[in-house]
């Protein structure tokens, strides 16, 4: 068993919908373009309010990938 080096990203996520739906958005969109995602850990939560009603949910996540040998 080959020990693990990971690199870890920070990357913002947003939704209409939910802070669950929030991080969904973020992840699929990181794994389009990282390869090998591993973990994620929520490290920021916050969103906007409009005519006393929640209107955006926007999620920062620290995303971890294992690193590719060359």
Do not use: P
């Amino acid at each position: 068993m080959s020990d693990h080096i990971y690199k870890v990203v920070e990357i913002v996520g947003s939704s209409k919908e939910s802070i669950e739906d929030a991080v969904h958005t973020a992840i699929s969109r990181a794994s389009s373009t990282l390869r090998n995602l591993r973990w994620f850990e929520v490290i920021e939560t916050r969103g906007q309010i409009e005519d006393g009603k929640v209107h955006y949910f926007q999620v920062t996540l620290k995303v971890g990938f294992t690193m590719t040998d060359s």
